[in-house]
T-cell receptor, first 112, second 114 residues
Framework: NAGVMQNPRHLVRRRGQEARLRCSPM?????VYWYRQLPEEGLKFMVY????????ESGMPKERFSAEFPKEGPSILRIQQVVRGDSAAYFC??????????FGNGTRLTVT | KNQVEQSPQSLIILEGKNCTLQ??????????LRWYKQDTGRGPVSLTI?????NTKSNGRYTATLDADTKQSSLHITASQLSDSASYIC?????????????FGGGTRLMVKP
């Protein structure tokens, strides 16, 4: 049973480009969470999705950031017109609704 | 404001020694507290979870304690191994199954040297 899969593991973008981060939850998990981890800081919640629905996006910046979890396929975190401050590790976690969150190994975004 | 503070920020110990990591929190309400291990370049992995009524929980060489009155938790690692080198993160949840309301500590970076 594969764990939470995130890709790419590393992503380099120039300022102004778009970044797309993908997350495939564990089999049977319909709840997906995205977190951001800045160097030397704790993880911060960004957005919580269930299949086709955004449940809570209170942690996500209002501009440039969007997330989706379509009926088929992985969850996508999209960052438009990236800036240097977007450089961070982005983690996805999934759960079946109750129980432990399972984290992926993250996507490390570097904006040059 | 909900906060989770961990100490020390970093720690170096020799292989085979024990160590204790601290976590203080001001999250309210309180449902549960988890300790996670995060290896470099990887995602966090859950070690223990404790609810309000639990004082101690063990997982192999890891033992977590919780004092809900003083809002403090500790993670004790016994007979450390090189593979214990990682960041250890304390995470507090105000409600059950509230992945969108977790408060994460900044972690303690542990290095175990031979």
């Amino acid at each position: 049973n594969a764990g939470v899969m995130q890709n790419p593991r590393h992503l380099v973008r120039r300022r102004g480009q778009e970044a797309r981060l993908r997350c495939s939850p564990m089999k049977g998990h319909s709840h997906v969470y995205w977190y951001r981890q800045l160097p030397e800081e704790g993880l911060k919640f960004m957005v919580y999705l269930q299949k086709e629905n955004i449940i809570d996006e209170s942690g996500m910046p209002k501009e440039r950031f969007s997330a989706e979890f379509p009926k088929e396929g992985p969850s996508i975190l999209r960052i438009q017109q990236v800036v240097r401050g977007d450089s961070a590790a982005y983690f996805c976690a999934s759960s079946p609704g109750q129980g432990t969150l399972h984290f992926g190994n993250g996507t490390r975004l570097t904006v040059t | 404001k909900n906060q989770v503070e961990q100490s020390p920020q970093s720690l170096i110990i020799l292989e085979g020694k024990n160590c204790t990591l601290q976590c203080n929190y001001t999250v309210s309400p309180f449902s549960n507290l988890r300790w996670y291990k995060q290896d470099t370049g990887r995602g966090p992995v859950s070690l223990t979870i404790m609810t309000f009524s639990e004082n101690t929980k063990s997982n192999g060489r890891y033992t977590a304690t919780l004092d809900a009155d003083t809002k403090q938790s500790s993670l004790h690692i016994t007979a450390s191994q090189l593979s214990d080198s990682a960041s250890y993160i304390c995470v507090v949840s105000p409600f059950e199954n509230a992945g969108n309301m977790l408060t994460f500590g900044g972690g303690t970076r542990l290095m175990v040297k031979p």
